[in-house]
């Protein structure tokens, strides 16, 4: 069995070393390379570093050694240095330095090599395969066809091009497959949240981006075709809140007030003169709270979260047509009229403001440059 070759500083040629020995002057091998560079014209000098480059490619294959693929990489640099004018030389140091990228698995350098290859020589064939391979290992398909694609203009009968196609084309219709089954997975998935929002602005609801939420609850229609929706029923001067999860749109506020302010529910905790009670208590909502949502936006909102846009911070304008304004409640009429009112944009849930009639507080509240109607 033959012994495979130990190379060292002493035997290995003066091209491949890693760095120079104590008695480098004494180098034939590196004297006459270094003699050669000296006396070449930029063109000689390239090809010599593209042989050398060449033979470190070669022993990097046979040896298996990253070093010597790293050091036909650092070669080929050096004879694009050189200045050569010769357009299919620099093709060829490129292309090269291409699979020596390659086999190092430096895919983005190997591709980006491919294409200078190939603009420098459009008749060079392994800068289209080898940048055709590059596009493939990186997941960009569609470049690989187009490279295989201008490759066999030239050569139509490029074996290795052809199958590189093949490849290619394959892994994009397996793409667009997949692209085409996840659309209709999600489409299915938004089928239902498409179908509450076309029912809520079929009823005349005007749904804005949130402002707040009752946790995950979100509007529904049951069985009997009647809407529910969370509510937020908030006290301004206290800055506390009730939620209520479901109230259906044909009840009324005086229903949800007759519960909360009953003569068995506790008092509010901090109503410390206990002004709020169920004869003292008006309700508002603030009109024109939000920019209702079209149809497409506002399915996706109740499907998954509600959309972004620069004028999601948007607060209400207290000017123009659309200005937004304090508008009292009237308690009777059902939560559908309340909410399909004139101007009243549902900012995500229905939020409505509690204050008690005849106190400083209620004055101050409503004077804050709105309206009240």
């Known amino acids: 069995m033959q012994e495979e070759a130990k190379y060292t500083s002493d035997n290995l040629p ?8 104590e008695n480098k002057d004494e180098n034939a091998d590196l004297a006459a390379i270094n003699a050669i560079l000296e006396e070449s014209t930029p063109d000689e000098r390239a090809e010599t570093y593209k042989g050398q480059g060449n033979d470190a490619l070669k022993r990097g294959l046979q040896l298996k050694k990253k070093f010597y693929l790293r ?3 650092d070669l080929y640099t050096k004879g694009l240095g050189m200045g050569s004018s010769l357009p299919e030389l620099l093709s060829m140091l490129h292309s090269n330095r291409a699979q020596a990228h390659l086999l190092l698995e430096n ?10 290859a190939m603009k420098l020589n459009s008749a060079n064939l392994k800068g289209y395969y080898r940048g055709a391979r590059a596009a493939l290992k990186l997941g960009e398909c569609e470049l690989a066809a187009q490279i295989c694609s201008n490759g066999l203009t030239i050569d139509g009968s490029a074996t290795e091009l052809q199958q590189l196609q093949s490849q290619a084309e394959s892994q994009l219709q397996a793409a667009a497959a997949a692209k085409q089954r996840e659309a209709a997975r999600a489409m299915a998935e938004r089928a239902p949240a498409k179908k509450l929002a076309s029912e809520l602005l079929r009823r005349q609801y005007q749904v804005g981006r949130p402002q707040m939420s009752v946790g995950d609850h979100k509007p529904y229609v049951d069985e009997d075709g009647v809407v529910h929706w969370p509510l937020l ?12 999860e479901d109230a259906s749109e044909q009840d009324t506020l005086a229903d949800q007030l007759d519960i909360m302010f009953s003569p068995q529910a506790p008092p509010l905790k901090w109503d410390r003169d206990h002004e709020y ?3 003292s208590v008006e309700v508002y909502y603030l009109s024109h709270a939000a920019e209702a949502l079209p149809l497409a936006d ?5 499907h998954s979260g509600w959309p972004k846009s620069k004028d999601q911070e948007a607060m209400p304008s207290p000017y123009g047509k659309h200005a937004a304004k304090w508008v009292r409640v ?3 009429h059902s939560l559908q009229d309340v909410l399909r009112e004139l101007g009243h944009v549902i900012p ?3 939020v409505f403001f509690i204050v008690a009639s005849g106190t400083r507080y209620r004055d101050a509240f409503l004077s804050q440059d709105r309206s009240i109607s």
């Open 71 to 73: 050091e036909a990489v």
């Open 14 to 21: 003066a091209a491949f070393w890693d760095e120079y020995p």
């Open 298 to 302: 506002l399915a996706e909102a109740l």
């Open 107 to 116: 895919y983005r350098n190997a591709l980006e090599d491919s294409q200078e």
């Open 233 to 244: 029923l908030l006290y301004p001067e206290s800055m506390q809140m009730d939620a209520v």
């Open 330 to 332: 009237h308690e009777e």
């Open 277 to 279: 009670t169920r004869d």
């Open 348 to 350: 995500g849930v229905p």
